[in-house]
């Protein structure tokens, strides 16, 4: 009997120089979901290596095998950066790992605005150890459906820390990485707030994503920081999270408040990926990239 001819998803969609010349595949052990949102094609399957693994618009968003190391380093470093952030808005995330850990700090609201309530329930469904079903049920969590774009506009000297978890800047995406937008954010945080965003692959995106983005802040904000990382699941090298602040120098933060404020936490919550120690490492960048600070 013929052996069953092996699955595959290619991704080949990733923005910037990648578009239309590479392909990173992933073999398909099971086939979980595929189908169409009003705003976007959604692909979950399983993965030997990954394991469950979600796919938005043909571009890998997270797999169970690493998906707290992308979440742990948008959220934590500029969590911990932040004084006493009480209120959150996270604007995007629908897969739920954004506001799981915003969660585990002592935080008096947490607001998420992800316009795709069809990929929220699916997350819900078939990525149970996102904890959506959990963090969604928080009496601090607020989750509206809607567009971030309007609803950030608002606010006015409201949030401490704003978090954008959107797809790549790409399509539908682009805009959450505009002038304007940030401007809207700007003014939705109080005089100490911070921001915070994925901004792609610092190895392959750093002219066409990353220094841009950090342009786009640096006009807006007095201190700016890339934070490194490596994902195992994401395509060619090291990825970057910007973060922006009205009032704080990332460098300059109080390490001891970070440890101590860490010990607190993870006394109740484990983590895999972040620490103080990784905080402080992921600032440290190559001379090629140091425009990023």
């Known amino acids: 009997m013929p052996k069953k001819k092996q699955k595959w998803f290619c991704e080949g969609t990733v ?21 169409k949102t009003k705003y976007q094609s959604v692909l979950i399957f399983d993965n030997p290596v990954f394991k469950r693994v979600l796919v938005l618009e043909g571009i890998v968003q997270l797999s169970q095998a690493d998906e707290s190391i992308y979440h742990e380093m948008l959220v934590h470093p500029t969590m911990f950066s932040h004084k006493s952030p009480e209120r959150v808005l996270i604007i995007g995330g629908g897969d739920g790992g954004t506001l799981r850990e915003v969660l585990r700090h002592p935080v008096k609201e947490a607001v998420m605005v992800d316009i795709d309530k069809k990929v929220v329930d699916l997350c819900v469904r078939y990525l149970p150890f996102m904890k959506g079903k959990k963090s969604y049920g928080d009496r601090r969590t607020k989750l509206v459906i809607g567009d971030g774009l309007e609803f950030v506009k608002k ?10 978890d959107g797809n790549d800047e790409v399509g539908a995406a682009t805009e959450l990485y505009g002038q304007a937008f940030y401007r809207d954010v700007k003014r ?10 994925q901004i792609g692959s610092l190895s392959l995106d750093y002219a066409a994503l990353v220094k841009r983005a950090h342009t786009r802040f640096q006009k807006l904000f007095l201190h700016t920081q890339t934070f490194k990382l490596t994902m195992p699941s994401y395509h060619c090298g090291e990825y970057a999270f910007v973060a922006a602040s009205k ?12 440890k101590r404020r860490f010990g607190t936490i993870a006394r109740k919550h484990a983590f895999r990926y972040y620490s103080p120690e990784i905080h402080a490492s992921s600032m440290v960048l190559p001379e090629m990239w140091k425009a990023g600070r």
């Open 247 to 258: 009032k704080t120098d990332f460098q300059k933060v109080s390490w001891p408040s970070v």
């Open 188 to 197: 939705a945080l109080k005089a100490d707030g911070m921001v915070a965003a």
């Open 15 to 35: 923005p910037g120089q990648r578009l239309g010349t590479m392909q990173h595949c992933f073999a398909i052990q099971k086939l979980l979901y595929r189908g």
């Open 155 to 164: 606010y006015k000297d409201y949030f401490d820390v704003v978090i954008i």
